[in-house]
């Protein structure tokens, strides 16, 4: 089956630096990716739409400039926290899309992103 | 609106016994799909099923089984002869039917299966 790869799968870092996350499909070309944002015992919060070879789209009220997604191509995504503050840790869960806009999403395992 | 409830946030069972995850989902759209996730503890989410809005056949996949009713608007899951390593969170979503539209999550309904 399609099998999307997230990396790291935890990371802490201290408030100011900037984190990198990778998504990866790992057998089909994605051509659309999501990221989601996910709070403790709470929903997945779709934070923006990534698209190959063009720019992310951003759901209203997530900072475009703090969230930086990259979709550089069919098989890779890339989310950056930039300047990140405590209030940015969470766990962050990607997915891609196989096939018709319609089709299952794919998820990644996700990131346990820890600022202190 | 686009809306998924899933009134149930957390429920215990004890193993053997059979559980029935409730979904109840809002859409002015003829058409739309429905979808089951699994996160378990490990934290990814598993696409357990599909189903279109103009397919109201129950689906049964081993121990699983949806029961999906447009006239109550409701897609619920039910798990026979529940185990242990079915506890997880469940998450019911919508694809409301035009392209671009994007996945709406439930809640999630966490499930705990005590042995």
């Known amino acids: 089956g399609a099998v999307v790869s997230q990396h790291p799968s935890r990371v802490i870092c201290k408030s100011g630096t900037s984190v990198k996350i990778e998504c990866r499909s790992l057998?089909?070309?994605?051509?659309?990716m999501f990221w989601y944002r996910q709070f403790p015992k709470q929903s997945l919060m779709l934070m923006a739409t990534?698209?190959?070879?063009?720019?992310?789209?951003?759901e209203q009220g997530v900072e475009k400039d703090k969230f930086l997604i990259n979709h550089a191509s069919l098989t890779l995504s890339t989310l950056t926290v930039t300047s990140a503050h405590p209030e940015d840790s969470s766990f962050y869960i990607c997915?891609?899309?196989?096939?018709?806009?319609?089709?299952?999403?794919?998820f990644g395992n996700g990131t346990r992103l820890t600022v202190t | 609106a686009q809306k998924v409830t899933q009134a149930q946030t957390e429920i215990s069972v004890v193993e053997k016994e059979d559980v029935t995850l409730d979904c109840v989902y809002e859409?002015?759209?003829?058409?739309?799909?429905l979808f089951w996730y699994k996160q378990p503890p490990s934290g990814e989410l598993v696409f357990l099923i599909r189903?279109?809005?103009?397919?109201?056949q129950n689906e049964i996949s081993g121990r699983y089984s949806w029961n999906f009713q447009k006239s109550t608007s409701s897609f619920n899951f039910t798990i026979t002869a529940s185990q242990v390593v079915d506890s997880a969170v469940y998450f019911c979503?919508?694809?409301?039917?035009?392209?671009?539209?994007?996945?709406?999550f439930g809640a999630g309904t966490i499930l705990r299966v005590k042995s």
């Open positions: 859409t002015r759209d003829t058409t739309y799909y």
């Open positions: 057998d089909f070309q994605a051509t659309t």
């Open positions: 997915s891609a899309l196989e096939g018709a806009w319609d089709s299952p999403l794919h």
């Open positions: 979503a919508l694809l409301p039917g035009e392209y671009g539209n994007k996945l709406v």
């Open positions: 990534s698209n190959e070879g063009s720019k992310a789209t951003y």
């Open positions: 189903r279109n809005s103009f397919d109201e």
